[in-house]
Structures are given as structure tokens and as C-alpha cells.
């Protein structure tokens, strides 16, 4: 079994990132898991490429800092010529009308003056990711299922035409981690493309800027500390954020404080306590570039010899060499 899970640099890694997802991955991993950094899905809406390059290594590092072998984790466009070359017999394998239905591709495409070509296949892209690292089960949220099940139609359909190449993968609901909200508006997710960012804190803020922004977080007139989540959703999320740091239920975390102003310092600390070590070790990677690039070379290295032989028997069996 290999599970194949990644984070697009759209904006820094953020907190909800790190306590829903990556801390997990890092803390639950099997010897065959695969993460990688997908900058090539980033593109597909308007980007700054300076941009895009400083988030990916920030991402990179990141997810190393958090605990995932180099061996485990590479960046999508160090493997852009194979999944280049993948895409296009994918592409050629899916019909405009699989492609234009998927619901992401409406929903962000939609209102825009001009949409990209890449917003419309970036699925195809993602079915490339999957198929060319023989990924067997993709932990997706549902937002994204109808793109795992484009790359099932997808490997089954090339390996019934051209002959047996790829696993069929599965889409598998990733086990329950904590969904941490928006500070200033705990109605939305927090999320690392949010424009204002005073709600949502970042892996690599520093201990007084996480502190502040605790501070400021909304809570409720009701003033009282308890979970409930559909009264005092600023509370709760406070709560939750809580009882992900400390390993508790957010109803244990409810009794640690007395106080909104107290619930906040006490939140604050234990995100500061969990996020420092990352924090130090992804700025240390980050300050050694050389070292940064090593590593990077070696997980692109083990993924592109994944790639390589799948890659090579789909060409053939396409017609092409
Ligand atoms: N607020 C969150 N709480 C818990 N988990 C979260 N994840 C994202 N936000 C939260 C999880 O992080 C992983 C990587 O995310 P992604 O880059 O694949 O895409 P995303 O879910 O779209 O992340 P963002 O931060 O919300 O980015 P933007 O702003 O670009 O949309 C995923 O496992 C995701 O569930």
C-alpha cells in the first residue's frame, strides 16, 4: 500500500495545515507514504513566480521539519518532465467532457474574465501525480474525490486500451484531525491563501506575533468557557485548537481556563509550544540553502526512479518510441 498525500504552496503553511494534516503525516506514517509540495498545482491560477519558488521550499522544509524523511517527500516540478510526459498521454486519454465537470473547475473558474487552460486539466496533472508514483490510496477531503475517481477511470481506461500499467488508487477519508478555524472569523476555515491574514497563524510566525494574534482572536459576549461549537463557534475553535495541541478532547481543554483572556494566552502557549521546534528546524533548512537543495535532490531523486519505469512502459504502450 502507498498513500500519496500533498500540500500546494498557495500561500505559508498554516497552523490548520500543520495540526489537520501534516503533524499526522509525520506522527503516522507508513514506510511507503509519499508527500510531496505540488508548486505545479499552484500555477493554475495567477501566480508571482518568486513567490511560488520561496513557498515551495518554505513548504519543503517545513514538512522535513516536521518529521518526514527525505526519502518520503519531493517537490512536484522536480519531476515536471516526467509528469509532463504523463500528463499528455493522460490528457489524451480523457475526454474534454470528463475534464470541463469536475465541480473545482466550475467553482473556480467561475465570475473570472479569463480562466487558464490549467484550472481545466490541472485533475489530469493530479492523476499524473498519483498513477506515476503507484499510489494505491489517496487521502483526500471531499473536495477532492471526484478528481481521485478522474484518475481511476483514467488508469483504468489507459491500462485496458494500451495494456496493464498503473494501480488503480483509491480515494480514503483521512482519519478525523482537528479542523482549526479562521481567528478573526471563525465562521471560514482557516486557510493559507486568506488575504487578511490577523486570523490565520503561520507555522513559521514567531511566538509574539502567534501571541498577538491569540489576543485578537473573536470570541462571543456569552462569557463563559464551554464547547459549543454552534453558539460560541470563536470559543469552540479556540478550544479545539486547544485539545489538539495538548492530545485532548476540546471539553477537557474547556476546564483548563476560566476566562475568554485566559482561554486565549493559555491557547497561544501550547500552539507556540508545538510549533517552535518545527519553526527553529524549518528555519535552519532554510537558512542553508545548499543543505535545503541536497535533500530535495535526493527525494527527487528516489520519486523519479518510482516514475521512471511506469512512465517508460506507458509511453511504449501508447505508440510513442
Ligand atoms: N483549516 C484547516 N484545518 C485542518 N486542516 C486543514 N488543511 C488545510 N486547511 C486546514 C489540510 O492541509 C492539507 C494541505 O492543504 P492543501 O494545500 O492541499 O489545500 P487546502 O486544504 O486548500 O489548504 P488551505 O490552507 O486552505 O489553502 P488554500 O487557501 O490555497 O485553499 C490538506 O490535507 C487539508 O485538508
Not at 467532457?97 to 473570472?112: C, D, P, V
Request: with cysteine.
Amino acid at each position: 500500500m502507498t498513500r500519496l498525500s500533498g500540500i500546494t504552496p498557495s500561500g505559508h503553511v498554516q497552523l490548520g495545515n500543520y495540526l489537520g494534516a501534516v503533524r499526522r503525516w509525520a506522527t503516522e506514517r507508513e514506510p511507503a507514504d509519499l508527500f510531496f509540495v505540488s508548486d505545479m498545482h499552484a500555477m493554475s491560477t495567477p501566480h508571482k513566480p518568486g513567490r511560488l519558488r520561496a513557498l515551495t521550499r518554505e513548504q519543503f522544509a517545513v514538512l522535513l521539519a516536521a518529521g518526514i524523511g527525505p526519502e518520503s517527500v519531493f517537490v512536484q516540478s522536480d519531476l515536471a518532465c516526467e509528469l509532463g510526459a504523463l500528463n499528455w498521454i493522460l490528457e489524451c486519454t480523457c475526454s474534454y467532457g470528463e475534464a470541463a465537470r469536475m465541480i473545482q473547475f466550475k467553482e473556480r473558474g467561475a465570475g473570472q474574465d479569463s480562466v487558464r487552460v490549467g484550472l481545466l486539466t490541472y485533475p489530469v496533472l493530479m492523476a499524473a501525480d498519483i498513477l506515476l508514483q503507484g499510489a494505491t490510496e489517496v487521502p483526500v477531503g471531499s473536495d477532492q474525490d471526484q478528481h481521485v475517481e478522474l484518475a481511476r477511470v483514467l488508469a483504468r481506461r489507459f491500462n485496458a486500451t494500451y495494456g496493464e500499467v498503473f494501480a488503480v488508487p483509491e480515494a480514503v477519508v483521512p482519519k478525523t484531525a482537528a479542523r482549526v478555524r479562521d481567528l478573526s472569523d471563525p465562521a471560514r476555515k482557516m486557510a493559507k491563501s486568506t488575504q487578511q491574514s490577523a486570523g490565520v497563524v503561520f507555522v513559521l510566525d514567531e511566538p509574539d506575533v502567534i501571541r498577538r494574534k491569540f489576543r485578537r482572536a473573536v470570541t462571543d459576549d456569552v462569557g463563559e468557557v464551554r464547547y459549543d461549537p454552534e453558539n460560541q463557534p470563536g470559543v469552540a475553535n479556540l478550544l479545539e485548537i486547544l485539545g489538539a495541541c495538548r492530545g485532548t478532547s476540546p471539553y477537557t481543554a474547556a476546564s483548563a481556563a476560566d476566562s475568554y483572556a485566559a482561554l486565549k494566552e493559555i491557547a497561544a502557549e501550547a500552539v507556540v509550544e508545538v510549533l517552535g521546534p518545527v519553526r527553529e528546524r524549518a528555519r535552519e533548512l532554510l537558512d542553508d540553502p545548499a543543505e535545503l537543495d541536497r535533500i530535495r535532490a535526493h527525494g527527487a531523486k528516489h520519486a523519479a526512479d518510482r516514475a521512471q519505469p511506469r512512465l517508460q512502459a506507458a509511453m511504449r504502450m501508447a505508440g510513442l518510441r
